[in-house]
């Protein structure tokens, strides 16, 4: 029996604990570069192409600083960069999710919801093990996802509520929503794994 969502997620503020300012921190410089380059598409088109490169690298980066805020090792800022030192393999697994989960969708929304739910542990596994290709974590992440799949989807209802008091901040409370979130799914990567 795996652990309930609801333990998950108060191991994860556990683990957050002390790392509240670190974590935040992190995440916003995160969203300051992702954001600052979805910016600049609309002027640039290339920049999509550069958002496009950096985001499998970038999604690498702040899952190796999630596993390492939840698994209370030492958690630092520039760990979000380190995707790029594996910087063909991570472009290579966001580039194959993206393309499978429209595939999926295509045949209809359904289908691309359960894809995407398959592929959620690809970057974790991944952060694990940078020894492994693109397709092999994603190989690996439809087999551990396989019967969790609504599990996690539960999970990931279980912030909806906390999103929508988020709105209500202007936006502000997702500093600290998303570290939570980032850092629950940790824990249910580390309990199926």
């Known amino acids: 029996m795996?652990?309930?969502?609801?333990?998950?997620?108060?191991?994860?503020?556990?683990?957050?604990?002390?790392?509240?300012?670190?974590?935040?921190?992190?995440?916003?410089?995160?969203?300051?570069?992702?954001?600052?380059?979805?910016?600049?598409?609309?002027?640039?088109?290339l920049a999509g192409l550069l958002l496009l490169a950096i985001s499998g690298p970038m999604a690498l980066g702040i899952a190796i600083f999630s596993i390492n805020i939840s698994r209370n090792q030492?958690?630092?800022?520039?760990?979000?960069?380190?995707?790029f030192n594996n910087f063909s393999t991570s472009l290579g697994a966001y580039l194959l999710m993206l393309l499978f989960i429209f595939l999926w969708t295509l045949l209809l929304i359904i289908p691309g919801i359960i894809a995407a739910l398959s592929f959620s542990m690809t970057f974790y596994i991944l952060a694990d093990d940078n020894s492994i290709g693109a397709m092999e974590a994603i190989n690996k992440s439809k087999k551990m996802m396989n019967g969790y799949k609504w599990k996690y989807f539960c999970?990931?209802?279980?912030?909806i509520g906390w999103s929508l008091l988020c709105i209500l901040t202007l936006g502000i409370g997702f500093l600290w929503l998303l570290p939570y979130m980032q850092v629950s799914m940790v824990k249910f990567y580390d309990d199926i794994k």
């Open 74 to 83: 030492d958690a630092r800022l520039e760990q979000i960069f380190q995707g």
């Open 2 to 45: 795996k652990t309930e969502n609801l333990v998950l997620m108060q191991m994860a503020r556990k683990s957050l604990k002390e790392k509240w300012g670190l974590a935040v921190g992190t995440f916003v410089v995160y969203m300051l570069i992702i954001g600052a380059i979805q910016a600049t598409t609309e002027f640039f088109p």
């Open 155 to 159: 999970l990931g209802l279980r912030f």
